[in-house]
């Protein structure tokens, strides 16, 4: 008689002595975890867009100010233009923080779908 080996498969090649639900069940979980990493580098790489741009009107808005201030003849007129320039600074940073909240509370929010996805639920 021929003793039976532990190495038998079935027609798809799996081991016989691994469930499909078993396999099914990591295919998903594989297939999900993909779904929430390319929607996050989507969400990073928007991110980094933004805030390129936003980086270029930094630079554009000091650009602006050297420029004007040289052609500023009064102490009054040179102090004018500084506060013009500072409050459209503060409201950049006002700007930037909104944004970065934003951003943050959308990779939490995709990572907690993903992670709550295929989860059991409590009982209500």
């Known amino acids: 008689m021929a003793a039976k080996s532990g190495s038998e498969t079935n027609a798809q090649g799996v081991p016989a002595w691994m469930p499909a639900d078993f396999l099914k069940l990591g295919k998903e979980r594989t297939d999900a975890m993909l779904a929430m990493q390319k929607e996050l580098m989507d969400t990073y790489e928007q991110a980094s ?3 390129l741009s936003r980086v270029k009107s930094e630079a554009d808005l000091w650009s602006e100010l050297a420029a004007k201030l040289t052609g500023i003849h ?11 320039m500072m409050v459209q600074r ?15 509370q959308k990779v939490m929010k995709t990572i907690t779908t993903s992670l709550s996805n295929g989860s059991p639920k409590a009982n209500s």
């Open 90 to 104: 503060m409201q950049m940073a006002s700007e930037d923080g909104k944004r970065l909240s934003d951003e943050a």
């Open 49 to 51: 867009q933004a805030w």
């Open 74 to 84: 009064s102490v009054p007129e040179a102090l004018s233009v500084c506060q013009q």
